[in-house]
């Protein structure tokens, strides 16, 4: 729950934006209005203060121009949706580090209804991926905004000829009940991020359990018939660490996935190893100053993507070790499961 709710008045402009307001006063938190669509008064004495004051708000904009020239985001997806960004959790390795511009408030857009509209520029009769997650939570935004279930609605409705046009989305929170019900028609794929104990415990704040996400996957994984979602469904194992003894953590971890979904369902697998750009390091080190996430240089390899930016990810070697690992105690775990990439 944010401890400051902005609206700016071109959010409450929006027909979606009044509904958030609506959920948002029905929980009794504070709301300011604002008088201009600027953010302002967002920033403390320094930067540790900044992250602070920044987690505990939520701000409820319009999605700029921008928003609506979606960009590709392989190998997750084709295209970005992006939902809102920012989120509440406190990940000590967060990917949105380096990333997004300011202070790190929670930015949730008030005109989801034409985002969404905005699609079917981009849908293409063969089928077409859209990605939910790339730069927030949503599941951890919903009891707020509604917008996840508002885009599981609007791709259930998909015509005929768009059948494999599909939402994805992943969470590392559990408050999945409300979605269960939804009239998704297997067109939206729910994801949870899971990872070895040690980090999860360690770097992971304010998010749910392991097991609560995986209690929340089977939930959604199940037939309608046994009280579930009958979602397809997937695991994000993110980001990847050879920490000590990984071997015996990441098997447990696969173990108790394995129980979690111990019946048929249509599953999939997403394996990210943990990399970090210098911008990223630089805020990480200024959020966490007291984490214990490894990020030598020395110990990486440099890799630049397509536009020619830096980044560092473990050795040939290390990566190889790792991947043989995760490819032969899936396929001995769940064989029915596509593993959908590696990186």
């Known amino acids: 729950m944010p401890k400051r709710v902005l609206f700016t008045p071109a959010a409450l402009a929006e027909a979606w934006g009044r509904q958030i307001y ?10 300011e209005e604002l008088r201009s669509n ?8 320094n930067q540790r203060e900044t992250y602070n004051l920044a987690k505990r708000t939520l701000a409820v904009v319009t999605a700029p121009p921008s928003a609506f020239k979606l960009q590709p985001t392989p190998p997750s997806a084709d295209w970005q949706l992006n939902l809102a960004e920012g989120c509440p959790a406190h ?4 990917y949105l580090a380096g990333s997004l511009q300011g202070p790190p408030v929670v930015r949730v857009f ?14 293409r009769p063969g089928g077409t991926t859209f990605e939910a997650s790339c730069y927030t939570d949503p599941l951890s935004l919903e009891h707020l905004t509604g917008s996840l279930s508002e885009c599981i609605r609007h791709f259930g409705s998909r015509a005929a000829n768009l059948s494999s ?3 994805r989305w992943v969470t ?3 408050a999945v009940d409300g979605l269960l019900d939804l009239p998704h028609h297997g067109r939206t794929r729910c994801r949870v991020s899971v990872n070895a104990a040690p980090i999860t415990g ?3 704040g304010g998010t749910a359990s392991t097991s609560s996400r995986l209690q929340a996957l089977r939930k959604l994984a199940a037939p309608r018939s046994h009280g579930g979602g009958n979602y397809p469904v997937g695991l994000v194992i993110a980001p990847i660490m050879p920490i000590d003894d990984w071997r015996t953590h990441y098997r447990q971890l696969l173990e108790e996935a394995q129980q979690a979904l111990d019946f048929p369902c249509d599953l999939s697998f997403e394996l990210i190893t943990h990399r970090f750009t210098p911008a990223s390091k630089d805020v990480l080190r200024e959020w966490y100053p007291k984490s214990g996430l490894d990020m030598n240089e020395a110990t990486r390899r440099v890799k630049q993507n397509r536009f020619g930016s830096t980044k560092y990810v473990y050795r040939h070697e290390t990566m190889a070790d790792l991947r043989a690992f995760f490819e032969r105690e899936i396929a001995v775990r ?7 990439y590696w990186t």
């Open 22 to 31: 609506d959920r948002v006063s029905a929980l009794g938190l504070p709301i």
């Open 91 to 94: 990940c000590q390795y967060c």
């Open 38 to 45: 600027r953010l302002v008064g967002l920033r403390g004495a």
């Open 165 to 167: 046009t599909a939402l």
């Open 202 to 204: 360690r770097m992971e």
């Open 172 to 174: 590392k929170f559990d």
């Open 110 to 123: 008030a005109n989801l209804p034409s985002l969404l509209d905005n699609l079917s520029r981009y849908e």
């Open 334 to 340: 769940f064989p029915r499961a596509s593993l959908q």
